[in-house]
């Protein structure tokens, strides 16, 4: 989801995939899904984080 | 699983953990240590969706499919893990020893890390196999849980309905009644090959009778027919985490296994022998879903085929000239050097006070080529799977002006043309390279070793300015963008012909060999 154009298409579609890889998956999250979440608009997500592919990346915390 | 379920017996491939010696314990712990850590964030990432549904008061009323894994666990560490996949998968596999030094960058964007195939193996339990094994389960079952508080009252109800990542699409259509459409934008569509999984959520059809009866399966030759409950299945042929090409090149003539699922969940009792009408039932059912699916022809080979000649904007040529900065081609779009002599020509402007910066790079930290100027100095490097950098350096900076660098390699090896012979044997070998500033050679190095097949997967090639990783940490991070002024870069590239003499040789190693006929 680097396009923030094709974001916002999707977004106004009510219509959301993120891909999310490794440790972006925090920051993506915090970009997209959470803030389109709202009570009267329908939501689809497909939320595909890295896991459990390879590489196995995680912050140290 | 139901009571009575036999655990698939190990691969002998795969060694005792008794067997293993302390550093390679204490290694192979770490792998999964990690891996457990990257699953645990994951899942903490996917409360927070859940919670940031809960929070608009529609949790009771979503439907929330949570399918978790990578087909089954994955091997393409190889028997001893890997800091590097991108090493392991071309059949780079590094000693324990050497593996120790990445111990506490584990994990890290240092590393580009797998564990090793005792655990992937042991996250398969109780089935057989693992990842890119499709004819067992060990490399395709998949728990998945669906929460939909509003209808599903069932709450922790277990369903062992078959059923495919497929049927979630029109389990999705079913329960928002919208059907599928026939045409989008004129276009008709294909048939809806899913099925929907909705009339599971009711408990009274806990046991009812799977609306899926028929699935096939196939991947890299290995194969597989599910059907009614009977699962025949293609005898593992190729190891998971044996990427060399060099399988049996005849899927088609791989054994059948076969079970009986709905008393032998694991494929643990193949009861082909038993049942030989069932085999042949199955088998033409398998050849008509493979033909109706486009499965066919089945191949064996694995990374050799990503590297085949296929339409891009690459194939065929063999001169690319670039003028000033052009980032981000994708790998199947670069100019393809590996396994091949080539030429890097750069045309430079180098203005008052000297330039720095990336001429043309491919790939990165973990695999890739970097042509580049060092506080005005010219270098070229190759890293070789993140475990050695070679470098070609000038002694002098280069002076304000007009200046042409050259870097020349001429390889050893047949080339790529030997996979067409069922033989890697053209891959990875030596060659040496010459670094030239206005024509004069400034630094000459042989390789022993070239990188085979694959460049970084997930790098590209740049022009006068690099994207993702830095080839060489220790000299620049990214996007270290080029400071003169880039005239012209050619790229000019002499892939190695077989002689009639290498074809003889090769067909006649081959016939030698009839799996790689």
Known sequence: ?61 | MPEGTTLAPKPAAIPDWDSLSADEKRLFAHQVEVFAAYVEMTDHEIGRVVEAVEATGQLDNTLIFLVYGDNGTSAEGGPTGTPNEVASVQGVHLPVEAQMKYYDAWGSEKTYPHMSIGWTWAFDTPFKWTKMVSSHFGGTKQGMAIAWPKVITDKGGIRHQFHHVIDIVPTILEVVGIPMPELIDGIKQSPMDGVSMAYTFDEKNADAPSTRTTQYFEMIGDHAIYHDGWILSSKVVRLPWDNSGTADKHPENWPWELYDLSADWTQYNDVSAQYPDKVKELEKLFWKEAERNQVLPMDSTTFTRSILPRPNLSAGRTVFTYSGEVTGTPNGNAPNILASSYNIKAEVEIPEGGAEGILVTHGGRFTGYGFYLLEAKPVYTWNLMGLKLVKWEGQDALTPGKHTLEFDFKYDGLGAETLKYGSPSGLGRSGTGYLTVDGEVVATQTMEQTVPMLMQWCESFDVGADTGSPVADEDYQPPFRFTGKLDKLTLTIDRPKLSEEDIQKLQAAMHANPAAD
């Open chain 1, 1 to 61: 989801m680097k396009n923030d154009d094709s974001l916002t298409t999707i977004m106004a579609l009510g219509l959301l995939m993120v891909v999310a890889t490794e440790a972006r998956a925090a920051d993506d999250l915090d970009r997209t899904v959470l803030p389109i979440a709202e009570p009267d608009r329908p939501l689809f997500v497909y939320f595909a984080p890295g896991a459990t592919h390879a590489p196995h990346h995680v912050p140290k915390n």
